[in-house]
């Protein structure tokens, strides 16, 4: 996901309007001013706004621009030593040049780590879903199956002397919203497996919560454990992308899962309440065995696992799409055992 700008509100338009504004006012500075003051590097400020909201060929424009008006400055000026303001002029033209050479190759390294990290984020959630199979055939068998049922007792009302059409149409609806448990199924495993990411909307974590539980609750019956929720009442909305966050509730629950293999006691609960100011919690905790002193600082770098076949990708992957939505997330121990995991998401602001 980009990251966000300081100027994040600002349209095409008023923006286009600000900076030649800003090019305007430095241009009368660097004209009005003797040779000896180089206001012309200031253009550098220009190149960089632009840098963060307009494609290359645009700010290639505008630092042609810059260094345009940079010259024309200079055959304007009237007082001063010229040979200084030639200093100057070639001073200044050689740092719009070289910032804008260097920002374009920032914004661009900046562009293929983006990609590289959703196609990463793509790859774990598939390998996730992929270990999750038996539980998502097992959450979209039960509507398929109630369909049939309903489908038969349906025909069998029909067919009876007299028909008996009330409860032929109670069957009906029955086949009907089974149908429609199913779709909404398939429509969020084809968003979990979707290569790019969506679009941030505003969204109600208690409902992505507990629209995301159904596709685990087989492998929660696997390891013989016990899922709870405890979702807090009126929830400000925050602003997210449904699939990214999913990812990260799914991966979350996964790992509390594996850390309860061989306890007694299996239970993981997910909780979601308010946070800071502007921001929302979800935790995820478990009853298994605990972090290790050192694991809370280490367990989210890349590569980093405790298990004998894991990538360590996982939790690197969740920091990456919650640190990208501007939240945070972090581990710690459990009361009186186990360890939670938070991560946190700012509240979206109320539309005027």
């Known amino acids: 996901m980009p990251r966000t700008s300081f100027l994040p509100l600002l349209g095409g338009r008023l923006l286009m309007v600000l900076l030649a504004v800003l090019t305007a006012v430095i241009f009368v500075l660097d004209t009005i001013t003797n040779f000896e003051i180089a206001v012309a590097v200031l253009y550098v400020a220009i190149v960089l706004i632009a840098v963060q909201h307009l494609g290359r060929r645009q700010v290639v424009m505008v630092a042609a621009g810059c260094m345009a008006l940079t010259m024309l400055s200079f055959a304007l000026t009237r007082t001063g030593s010229v040979a200084s303001g030639l200093v100057n002029c070639a001073i200044s033209l050689v740092a719009i040049a070289v910032t804008t050479t260097l920002a374009l190759r920032a914004a661009a390294a900046e562009a293929a780590a983006r990609e590289a990290q959703a196609q990463l984020a793509h790859i774990t959630r598939v390998t996730m879903l992929g270990e999750l199979t038996a539980s998502i055939a097992h959450e979209l068998n039960q509507p398929l199956a109630a369909i049939v049922l309903n489908g038969n007792a349906a025909l069998r009302w029909l067919a009876g002397q007299p028909a008996n059409l009330d409860e032929a149409n ?174 946190s998401l700012p509240a979206a602001r109320e539309r005027q």
Not at 196 to 216: M, S
Not at 282 to 304: K, M, T
Not at 323 to 334: C, D, F, Y
């Open 170 to 343: 109670k069957a009906a609806e029955r086949i009907v919203r089974d149908a429609v448990r199913a779709t909404d199924l398939i429509k969020r495993l084809r968003g979990l497996t979707k290569k790019a990411a969506g679009k941030a909307v505003r969204l109600d974590l208690n409902q992505t919560v507990t629209e995301t539980l159904p596709l685990i609750q087989n492998e929660v019956s696997r390891h013989r454990a016990v899922l709870r929720t405890e979702l807090a009442d009126a929830l400000p909305r925050v602003h997210a992308d449904p699939v990214q966050v999913q990812q990260v509730i799914l991966n979350l629950i996964v790992n509390a899962l594996e850390a309860m293999k061989g306890e007694p006691q299996r239970e993981v609960t997910v909780l979601t309440a308010l946070g800071q100011p502007g921001e929302v919690l979800v935790s995820i905790h478990d009853s298994g065995r605990g972090l290790a002193a050192a694991q809370p600082d280490q367990i989210f770098d890349p590569f980093y696992t405790t298990k004998p076949d894991g990538m360590g990708m996982g939790l690197a992957i969740s920091r990456s799409i919650v640190e990208s939505h501007g939240g945070r997330i972090w581990a710690q121990a459990g009361v009186p055992r186990g360890s939670t995991f938070t991560f």
